[in-house]
């Protein structure tokens, strides 16, 4: 059996409770491939981890591995093929007796948190190593972690899965067919309420699906609103923030990433720009991506934007420009 070392950042909070059995099951990975798994968290909440562990191991998986807690960044990273940075610092919280609110203060505080972790990636994981920033705000977050990096060949993603699932179920919803109609869905910038769910390249049944929805009031009115304020939407009806779906969300683009896609389709994942739709170089940019027989994963070409997608890319451009410059210092 082969065997993959992964690690994982938040190891005890909810998303990572519903993502850890998916690692280990067979799902992800394969079924011919054994998991090491490392869980990572901040020393007072690392006992917790212990119970996790206890129910992976309850789950009886033939594909589970060793699995470790640690609170050392550097020791769970170690030879890691796979890292999901889950964990961040959320609004809200008190950090040094101030309550976090301000989304320049949530990017100065997860940026030290971050500069850590991407250069103990940078210098400990495998050279090959893939990792996915799930931890909001995910694209600023990916940009330090990779900068701190300094390792070119390493692979860099922040998570726009769940906006493109969202997306997705919102298109199938209002033309009345199942999900698994809607495909080429691509989330455009930043995972944020200023992303581009881009419903003209997004198909249902294979026919753009503005053009099989044919209501382009609700398209450009009502449905980005829906997608954008999704999360929102979920904490106030839940209480909480969205995590069985983050999770799922964040095994899609593992194994997106991980397998040839499908002739004809991408999928959307934050990368670093090369430059693609004018977009600036390194900038970490939701884009349309397909994974190619040989691995690597590429920013699809040639996508058509009429006049609206080009003016809510531009939005979402200059968000993430006005993030890089909020942690300039972190980045330069």
Known sequence: MKEINVA???GAGQIAY?????????????????????????????????GTIMELIDCGFKQTGSLLATTDIKEGVQDAHWILLVGSIPRGIVV????????????????????????????????????????????????IGRTKSNNPTQSWFAMTALDAN???AQLAEKAGVDIAS???????????????????NAKIDGVSAVEAINDL???????????QQRG????????????????????????????????????????????????????????PLRTSDQGSVEIVQGIELNDFAKSKIKVTTEELLSEKEAVKDLVD
């Open 96 to 143: 040094d007796g101030k309550k976090i609110e301000e989304r320049s203060d949530l990017l100065r505080i997860n940026g030290g948190i971050f500069t850590g972790q991407g250069e103990a990636i940078g210098e400990l994981a495998q050279e090959d190593a893939k990792i996915l920033v799930v931890g909001n705000p995910a694209n600023t977050n990916a940009l």
């Open 8 to 10: 994982l950042t938040g």
């Open 232 to 287: 929102k939407a979920v904490i106030d009806a839940r209480g909480a923030s969205s995590a069985a779906s983050a999770a799922n969300a964040a095994i899609d683009t593992v194994k997106a990433v991980d397998s040839q896609t499908t002739e004809g389709d991408w999928f959307s994942a934050a990368v670093p720009s090369d430059g693609s739709y004018g977009i600036p170089e390194g900038l970490i940019f939701g884009f």
């Open 217 to 227: 009031d609700w398209i450009e009115n009502e449905y980005l609103p829906l997608v």
């Open 166 to 168: 969202r997306a997705k």
């Open 18 to 50: 519903s993502l850890l059995p998916r690692l280990i099951s067979g799902e992800t990975f394969g079924t011919d491939t054994k998991v090491n798994l490392r869980l990572i968290e901040i020393p007072q909440v690392v006992d917790k981890l212990k």
């Open 182 to 200: 809607v495909t080429n869905m691509t989330i455009w910038g930043n995972h944020s309420p200023t992303m581009y769910p881009d419903p003209y």
